[in-house]
């Protein structure tokens, strides 16, 4: 069996060509080039292959392992993602420096981003898509929010008796 083929041997669609022609046909609509900025994937079912594309106008990339969608590159987002993650992370670990992030941009850029954070985790194995619960993401906000003060405050004394 072929990889592009499913189990009963129909074709599987190609995912960047359909996020391609999805994007191209808008465009052909609204008779412009779409400002949109996505986050698209989908999983072969059986296979557990996971294909996630980030997009931007018309432009179609494989997304990285985590991924931060809608901000530039000199934003505090991208920053705190290139700073903090780091491909060793448990998935646990990954999933709170997502809520991290987004709580920080929330924080910082309330302008752009806001409201109730949804958070779902994909994984090759069965499930394949778990969501985590808005309390628990609530939860991790919160513990941030007290923790990081905390946390940056101590070491901002600890760095400051350097100048001793």
Do not use: W
């Not at 499930?127 to 003060?149: C, D, H, M, N, W």
């Amino acid at each position: 069996m072929k990889e592009a083929e499913s189990q009963d041997g129909t074709q599987l669609p190609n995912t960047k060509a359909a996020i391609e022609t999805a994007l191209l046909e808008l465009s052909q609509d609204i008779g412009t080039i779409p400002d949109i900025i996505s986050l698209t994937g989908s999983v072969e079912s059986g296979y557990g292959k996971i294909e996630l594309y980030k997009s931007h106008e018309l432009a179609v990339d494989p997304a990285m392992a985590f991924e931060v969608i809608g901000t530039g590159e000199e934003s505090l987002v991208s920053y705190l993602k290139h700073n903090l993650y780091s491909s060793d992370m448990s998935l646990k670990e990954a999933t709170a420096l997502a809520v991290y992030i987004i709580l920080m941009g929330k924080q910082y850029n309330p302008q752009y981003c806001g409201g109730r954070t949804d958070v779902e985790v994909l994984t090759k194995e069965y499930p394949l898509r778990t969501p985590v619960s808005y309390a628990k993401v609530e939860e991790l906000e919160e513990a941030f929010k007290i923790g990081g003060r905390r946390h940056l405050k101590a070491l901002l004394g600890e760095v400051a008796g350097l100048l001793k």
